[in-house]
């Protein structure tokens, strides 16, 4: 592992944000989930594709508190441009658990 700065981990910005809507993405190589996350009135509402389909359906996510980098530059995820990164950790299996917050917090929040 190699060591960061401070400085270097300030440069990474990582908001709370609220999903508002998910659909599924078939067409991904592996089952993933088209999102559309709030991050309040200073970023705004930005998509992102997550491979969650194990542990979530679309149905589900709708009002889940997420965290993912912003300032990460849009990447194109096959048909669909994602604009921020969701993050989550593998469970015992390898499959993706999303990364929220166990308490109420304003969206748009930045983690420190």
């Excluded at 809507?21 to 509402?45: H, M, Q, T």
């Excluded at 989550?88 to 109420?104: F, K, M, S, T, W």
Aim: aromatic letters at 8%; zero cysteines; glycine letters at 8%.
């Amino acid at each position: 592992m190699s060591e960061i700065t401070y400085d270097d981990f300030l440069k990474v910005d990582i908001r709370v944000g609220r999903i508002t809507r998910a659909e599924p993405y078939p067409e991904a190589r592996k089952p993933s989930i088209k999102l559309w996350v709030d991050f309040g009135p200073d970023i705004g509402e930005k998509k992102s594709s997550a491979q969650i389909a194990t542990h979530y359906s679309p149905d589900d996510l709708p009002g889940k508190h997420v965290l993912a980098v912003v300032n990460f530059p849009p990447r194109q995820i096959g048909r669909f441009m994602s604009e921020v990164l969701v993050l989550g950790l593998p469970d015992a299996d390898g499959e993706v658990v999303l990364i929220g917050p166990d308490r109420q917090v304003p969206i748009g929040g930045r983690m420190f």
